[in-house]
């Protein structure tokens, strides 16, 4: 199983990135993906999530409205569309799979996990 995520970089503030998570190794199709980021010394906080099969979108209120999560099947990729970038959005950003179709945001539903991309606004 393997989860890799790219697209992180430096911007700044106001700016967009998209990161993208390449996913292996399991039945893309029946895992709910979530999105996740980490600040150090702080807990991971969830940000995002597209359930299986019924592919419904669920957002933290903290990037709602400027982050978009999608997902393709055809290439078991999944994507977090980034815009309106603030400084405080500055951490490492993960990727994850839980299996169903029911999203959650409690990090220990999730089974799989990616090593994680950086992110850095400055403003």
């Known amino acids: 199983v393997q989860l890799v995520e790219s697209g992180g970089g430096a911007v700044q503030a106001g700016g967009s990135l998209r990161l993208s998570c390449a996913a292996s190794?399991?039945?893309?199709?029946?895992?709910?993906m979530g999105w996740f980021r980490q600040v150090p010394g702080k807990e991971r906080e969830w940000l995002s999530c597209?359930?299986?099969?019924?592919?419904?979108?669920y957002y933290a209120e903290s990037v709602k409205g400027r982050f978009t999560i999608s997902s393709d099947s055809s290439t078991r990729t999944v994507y977090l569309q980034m815009n309106s970038l603030k400084p405080e959005d500055t951490a490492v950003y993960y990727c994850?799979?839980?299996?169903?179709?029911?999203?959650?945001?409690?990090?220990?539903?999730?089974?799989?996990w990616g090593r994680g991309t950086q992110v850095t606004v400055s403003s």
């Open positions: 994850a799979a839980l299996y169903g179709s029911t999203c959650r945001q409690g990090r220990y539903y999730y089974d799989y």
């Open positions: 190794g399991f039945s893309f199709d029946d895992y709910s």
């Open positions: 597209i359930s299986a099969s019924v592919r419904t979108t």
